[in-house]
């Protein structure tokens, strides 16, 4: 069965950091793309971030350019978003999906809140 | 970016046919996928590139569609099937999402 778990949600004041986890099992690992989207309070998902199966290229949308960077373990399964100059906006649930063109599985997600 | 519109609620009864709309500023071929989400789950894939079943998920659920028009359609919808609908492209870069179609049972 396929699991993703993420972790290291919570409270971030404006501008700080956090990061992310997601643990991933029941499947080969550094055979897929991974992925990060998000979903603001009561709103729709935005897709944040995109990383090849070797970790070698990343994508993301011109929202999160340079403050985000996503990476990979695959060594420990384990996929990564480090957040930096966090805004308000950036307050959401953060979902860890496994990507082949489309998501196809999705982690229960962590939420992610900035606020002073 | 590829905008997607959807229209943003319906209201059917159960065992009837209903039709979900996307609609694409630009052609996304046929990479388009929809996600079924219920309040205060994760989504979940229903169809992949515009027409193609995820394993597991009712014969009920189809999409078809290709360049910018797209349709999922649900045949009969059940009670369980009250949920947000979303559709995303995975053809141009940033990959985006519609909004979200509300569908609500009579």
């Known amino acids: 069965e396929v699991q993703l778990v993420e972790t290291g949600g919570g409270l971030v004041q404006p501008g700080r950091s956090l990061k992310l986890s997601c643990v991933a099992s029941g499947f080969t690992f550094n055979n897929y793309w991974m992925s990060w989207t998000r979903q603001a309070p009561g709103k729709g998902l935005e897709w944040v971030a995109s990383?090849?199966?070797?970790?070698?290229?990343?994508y993301y949308p011109d929202s999160v350019k340079g403050r985000f960077t996503i990476s990979r373990d695959n060594a420990q399964n384990t996929l990564y978003l480090q957040m930096n100059s966090l805004r308000s906006e950036d307050t959401a649930t953060y979902y860890c999906?496994?990507?082949?063109?489309?998501?196809?599985?999705w982690g229960q997600g962590v939420m992610v809140t900035v606020s002073s | 970016d590829t905008v997607l519109t959807q229209s943003p609620a319906l209201a059917v009864s159960p065992g009837e046919r209903v039709t979900i709309s996307c609609r694409a500023s630009?052609?996304?071929?046929?990479?388009m996928h929809w996600y079924q989400q219920k309040p205060g789950q994760q989504p979940k894939l229903l169809i992949y590139?515009?027409?193609n079943l995820e394993s597991g998920v009712p014969a009920r659920f189809s999409g078809s569609g290709s360049g910018t028009d797209f349709t999922l359609t649900i045949d009969p919808v059940e009670a369980d099937d009250t949920a947000t609908y979303f559709c995303?492209?995975?053809?141009?870069?940033?990959?985006?999402f519609g909004a979200g179609t509300k569908l609500e049972l009579k």
């Open positions: 990383i090849t199966n070797s970790g070698g290229s990343t």
């Open positions: 590139g515009a027409s």
């Open positions: 630009e052609s996304v071929s046929t990479g």
């Open positions: 995303q492209q995975s053809w141009n870069d940033p990959y985006t």
């Open positions: 999906t496994r990507e082949e063109g489309a998501h196809d599985y």
